[in-house]
């Protein structure tokens, strides 16, 4: 990371850090960054409407009884495991380019959701959630007298 | 015995498994492959894809490995994330003469596909049974 061993070598030494505070930012948006997309987090596509979402994650290999879809306020989680088929005696892999083991990740909905009417199905590969907002947080229209 | 599966020269310029790749509309599926005594079997990961739109073929001693994800289109919904792409996937290896190519077969389940290569029976490693041959 360039800006680290910039802040090292340049700035630490001095009283005068005008650039610390910067440096910290982008290292924290950094770090953030490799949590949320790193290791196992799947990729998600995302559509919506002002009253609801559809959210898709790319989830190849699993058993839908690994998978957990959960909401929290606005947070959405999906998180599980892909379990690696154990080698058997005499067997040795040759090539290895999938992962496995757990994986986790959380987005911010735009907005409340109605816990009761998410639905979600997994397919080919590919967990489909329908979010639908819920009714206590959508807009409504005042009457004028 | 030599090399039973190799990955092919790719002549269309496809990136390899990476992140980065998935922004093209066609891109390779990651692998993994298992060797045993009978068999070679090779895993590939292609989600969104189904047994209506996968194609595995095996065109002298090439075997390729096709398919297209299913778009999916959400009535009224505008797309807000895009991390992966729809589109094609494809690999393809190049088959050593020890694979018995009339012997593949291949399925696929949660967007993985598995096609098991047999070995020829020449190039199964053949225990041979020792007789004790008495010296009178």
Redo the contacts between chains.
């Keep these: 990371m360039w800006w680290t061993s910039i802040s090292n070598a340049d700035f630490n030494g001095g009283s005068w850090q005008p650039f610390r505070e910067f440096h910290e930012q982008l290292n924290k948006l950094v770090e953030g960054t490799l949590c949320e997309y790193g290791g196992m987090a799947p990729k998600l596509n995302v559509w919506g409407t002002s009253d609801h979402i559809y959210v898709t994650a790319e989830l190849p290999g699993l058993k839908s009884e690994d998978l957990d879809v959960s909401v929290n306020g606005k947070t959405l989680t999906i998180k599980g495991v892909r379990k690696a088929e154990p080698l058997k005696e005499g067997e040795q892999r040759l090539r290895e380019e999938l992962s496995y083991g757990d994986f986790n990740r959380s987005v911010e909905l735009p907005f409340l959701v109605n816990a009761e009417s998410i639905e979600a199905e997994y397919k080919n590969g590919i967990l489909k959630i329908s979010l639908p907002r819920s009714e206590g947080d959508k807009a409504r229209k005042i009457k004028i007298k | 015995m030599n090399q039973l599966?190799k990955e092919q020269q790719n002549v269309e310029g496809c990136c390899t498994?990476t992140a980065s790749c998935?922004s093209a509309a066609l891109f390779q599926p990651?692998?993994?492959?298992?060797?045993?005594?009978g068999a070679?079997a090779l895993?590939a990961?292609?989600?969104?894809?189904?047994e209506k739109t996968l194609n595995i073929q095996v065109e002298r001693n090439v075997l390729t490995i096709e398919g297209e994800t299913?778009a999916?289109e959400?009535e009224?919904?505008?797309?807000?994330?895009?991390?992966?792409a729809e589109g094609r996937f494809r690999r393809t290896f190049k088959l050593s003469n020890d694979v018995d190519v009339d012997k593949i077969e291949a399925s696929i389940a949660?967007?993985?596909v598995k096609v098991v290569l047999p070995k020829a029976a020449r190039a199964v490693a053949r225990k041979i049974p020792v007789k004790h041959e008495s010296s009178h």
Excluded: T
């Design positions: 599966i498994p998935r990651a692998v993994d492959i298992v060797e045993n005594d070679v895993f990961e292609m989600p969104g894809v189904s299913e999916l959400f009224g919904h505008r797309p807000l994330r895009r991390e992966y949660d967007g993985v």
